[in-house]
Structure formats: structure tokens, C-alpha cells
């Protein structure tokens, strides 16, 4: 039988290979193995090992009917690809960007007859590129790229990237009929992640995953990529894949049992090198687990590529808006916050009250101790005012100069608590501020600013004829 598919490997003019699977009695497989090559496959593989690395192709001696695992890394989806081939009898279509490949991978699986009643052959065609081919991307089941084509549509027409995101995670879980879909998003950097968005079907008791996301659930997190083993997703659909699940990753499989999913598809949100996050569909249709791959593979292509240009334009924002050091707003964000109050007329006769808080013996303290110890200073001042102020918008104005904006209509409560802050930051240790305050209307917001910080200086120059020795 080895020298029919060899001579029918040969006469296939791209790189072409046949694999056996082994099935048993109760329809689930054990051993895949390549059973022979074509020139052209032995000889571009050994051509690109290279190119494609130790990680993606092992450096091996073919030798017929070895296990497939003699010569590239165990494939959880290529499993399935052969078994769906081989027993089902299906023809299969894919074009991928394998995790551990830096190359794209288009291959077509081609069921094959057997002699044997436990042996099961597929052909494959294969091919490698290093450029993605849009016209094989496209190359999918006219539905599968309708659909795929009103998510990009819906991601591309809104200019509000949550609402729209939200959308696209509900046609998500519909397309799958799973009963949870969602996006989590990671910084690796960090080893934080979040919630963008999640969908559930009608009738669930499953969780939101805000019940399980906290500073501990990145541990979780991290394992992912181990299971995933740089193939393209993660497919949990019957015992078999659980009790894989179970003995390869011990740590998601105790996480995930006790939240009541009884299958799970898993890709990462990858944008070149980075993982950007993963989306998942619980419980969703087995029948139809090589469709839905499929629909995410494409999908999870172009949720990459938004999610990196949101990302991207938050950290714009972040940096534009947010002070580096402190973590507060920065001067930028409080011009602009001046500016958009003084244009909103509705709330020009809305009550503001404006505190001016200048940070006492900074520079005393970078001259004795060093600018790290005035930075840590300068974090222990925003904390102080975030502490007296939690409700209010903080602001650093520039250098130890800070700013809090108060929309507040209870003028008695506000000086009540700029009295206890003074109070709480008079002294000349630790954290000691100078600060001034002015209440006025939004309209008259810049007199506000300007009383505030004269206010402010004149309780500096007070503090220092008390503690002379911390102006030096």
C-alpha cells in the first residue's frame, strides 16, 4: 500500500504527503502517522527547516509510518484535521499562520481509501509563504465570508469602538451558537487583563467573567499559550480533549471545570509578535467545531488588527491625558478640561470650586536625598490628594503643582473637607502641602484658578515664616 500512495504523492506536482490514522472501536483515534512524501515535500522541507525553525520542523530522518510527532511538534487541530480526513471521509480546506511558524500555511486535506478497518489515509497538498495571500484568505465558504465580512463591516463603520465591539462578540456567539463568547484583554507587560466584552444566550447560569478576572486570574492567563503549543487555537470538545486538558494543564482545567463548560474554542488575539488578548466561545456547537475554527480563524485576523489600533489609540490618549509619574491627569488634560467646561453653556452656572496645592521642601528633598526620593515624594502627594479627594477630578498642574476641580453645589461640605486636608498636610514631615482654594461659577472658572493660586502662594509664604529652614 506505501508504494500506491508514493506513486500517487508523485504525481502531484506541489508538495503532497499521505498520513494514516489509527481509530478504534468507540471512534476515537490514536496514532497519526506519515506514511511517505513526494520529492518536492522532502526536499522543501529540508529547504525551509530553516526558515520555519527547530520549534515548527524537527531536523528528522524520514523513516515510513513513524508517528507524525518524529518530525513537528504534537498539533492538537492537525489531529483533528487528519481524523476528520482520514475516518470521516471529509475534504479539507485551511489556510493558517501557525503561532510557532513565521510562515502561512495552505493546506488541503483529501480522504483516501484504506484496506485496513482500523486504518484510515488523508492526502495533503500543502504550501508555505511568508506573505500572507489575501486571495487564499478569502478563499472560504461563501457563508463563512458573508459573515466574517459584516463583523469587519461593523468594527470599520462605528466610530465607537466599544458599542460596536459589544455587537460584534454577540454575532460571535450567535455564529457559534455557544451560550458565552467573550474578548479578554492582556498586557503580558504588565501581566494585568480585563474584560473588553461578552455575550450570553438566553438561558445560561454561566458567570460573567468580571466575577473571575482579579490580580490573580494572569496566572490563569499565562498558561494559554502553553496549551495552545503554537498551533492557532485551543479546542476543548469532548472527554478525550478534557482529560488532555486536564493532564497538560492542570492549572486552566481546575479553573475552568467548576464554572459549568462543557466545550471550549480558544484563539489569540495576536498582532504580529504581541498577544493583544484571546476570544472564546463556551458550549458552543460541536457539530459544527471545523466551521466555527475556520470562521474564527479569519475573524481573529481582523479583531487583531482593530483591537491593536484601539490599543494604540488609548495608550495616545493615556499619554496625552495622563501623568507618567503620578499616574493623575496632566497639565494637557486639565487645559483641555478648563477649555470644554467654559464651551459647554449648560453648565456655566454650575458651582465649581478650584484648589491650588503647591508640594512643600521638593527640592529639599531632591538636593539631600535624590530625585528618586523626590519622585516618590511627588507619587505619595497625588495619593494624599486622591485620599482627601476621591470624588473629584486631580490634576498635576506641573513640577509639585497640583490642581483639584470640584463640580460641587454644597460649598459647606467643600470647605469641610479642604479643612481637614490642610489639616491632614500643615505639618512640615512626610507629605506638606501649600493650598488655596476659590469657589465661583463655571463661568467664572479662570478667576476661580487665578484667587486659588493666589491663595495658595500666600499660604506658602506663611508656611515658610513658620519652618524658614525648609525653604533652603
Known amino acids: 500500500m506505501n508504494l500506491d500512495f508514493h506513486f500517487f504523492t508523485e504525481h502531484i506536482k506541489s508538495m503532497a504527503s499521505v498520513f494514516s490514522v489509527e481509530v478504534y472501536q468507540d471512534g476515537t483515534y490514536g496514532n497519526i502517522r506519515l506514511v511517505t512524501g513526494n520529492a518536492i515535500f522532502f526536499k522543501k522541507s529540508d529547504d525551509d527547516h530553516e526558515k520555519i525553525g527547530e520549534e515548527a520542523l524537527y531536523n528528522t530522518e524520514f523513516s515510513p509510518n513513524q508517528p507524525y510527532e518524529y518530525y513537528m511538534p504534537k498539533d492538537k487541530n492537525f489531529e483533528e484535521f487528519c481524523y476528520r480526513s482520514a475516518i470521516h471521509g471529509e475534504t479539507l480546506h485551511t489556510y493558517i499562520h501557525p503561532e510557532r511558524m513565521p510562515m502561512w500555511l495552505h493546506l488541503t ?36 465570508s458573508s459573515k466574517v465580512l459584516q463583523i469587519c463591516m461593523k468594527l470599520r463603520s462605528s466610530t465607537d469602538f466599544s458599542s460596536s465591539i459589544s455587537e460584534v462578540i454577540k454575532d460571535i456567539r450567535d455564529l457559534c451558537d455557544a451560550e458565552h463568547c467573550c474578548i479578554l484583554q492582556t498586557d503580558f507587560s504588565q501581566r494585568k487583563c480585563s474584560v473588553l466584552c461578552e455575550a450570553f444566550s438566553e438561558h445560561t447560569d454561566l458567570l460573567s467573567m468580571e466575577k473571575y478576572v482579579d490580580d490573580d486570574f494572569f496566572a490563569i492567563v499565562d498558561t494559554w499559550e502553553g496549551t495552545i503549543a503554537g498551533s492557532t487555537c485551543a479546542i476543548i470538545k469532548d472527554n478525550r480533549d478534557w482529560e488532555e486538558l486536564k493532564k497538560t494543564n492542570p492549572v486552566w482545567y481546575n479553573s475552568i471545570m467548576p464554572s459549568g463548560a462543557k466545550s471550549i474554542v480558544l484563539f489569540p488575539l495576536k498582532y504580529h509578535e504581541d498577544t493583544l488578548g484571546y476570544i472564546w466561545a463556551i458550549n458552543f456547537d460541536v457539530n459544527q467545531t471545523m466551521k466555527i475554527k475556520e470562521m474564527l480563524e479569519l475573524t481573529t485576523y481582523f479583531l487583531a488588527s482593530e483591537l491593536a489600533s484601539y490599543q494604540l489609540f488609548e495608550r495616545m490618549e493615556t499619554l496625552s491625558s495622563k501623568d507618567m509619574l503620578t499616574g493623575i491627569f496632566n497639565r494637557n488634560a486639565m487645559n483641555n478640561r478648563i477649555d470644554f467646561l467654559l464651551t459647554s453653556e449648560n453648565k456655566h452656572n454650575d458651582s465649581v470650586c478650584i484648589i491650588f496645592a503647591d508640594l512643600n521642601g521638593l527640592k529639599q528633598v531632591n538636593d539631600n536625598e535624590g530625585h528618586f526620593a523626590g519622585d516618590l515624594l511627588l507619587k505619595d502627594a497625588a495619593l494624599t490628594l486622591q485620599k482627601h479627594f476621591p470624588d473629584y477630578e486631580i490634576y498635576r498642574a506641573g513640577g509639585d503643582e497640583f490642581m483639584v476641580l470640584a463640580l460641587e453645589s454644597d460649598k459647606e461640605k467643600m470647605i469641610k473637607r479642604i479643612s481637614e486636608f490642610k489639616s491632614a498636610t500643615s505639618k512640615p514631615e512626610g507629605v506638606c502641602f501649600a493650598a488655596g482654594w476659590s469657589y465661583e461659577t463655571v463661568k467664572e472658572i479662570r478667576k476661580a484658578m487665578h484667587n486659588a493660586d493666589e491663595n495658595m502662594y500666600a499660604d506658602k509664604e506663611e508656611f515658610y515664616r513658620k519652618y524658614p529652614e525648609r525653604k533652603r
Do not use: H, R, W
Not at 111 to 123: A, E
Not at 132 to 144: C, G, K, R, V
Open 109 to 144: 486535506a483529501i480522504p483516501l481509501q484504506s484496506d485496513k478497518p482500523n486504518i484510515g489515509y488523508c492526502g495533503f497538498v500543502q504550501s508555505f509563504s511568508e506573505a500572507p495571500d489575501y486571495s487564499l484568505m478569502a478563499n472560504t465558504e461563501p457563508d463563512i
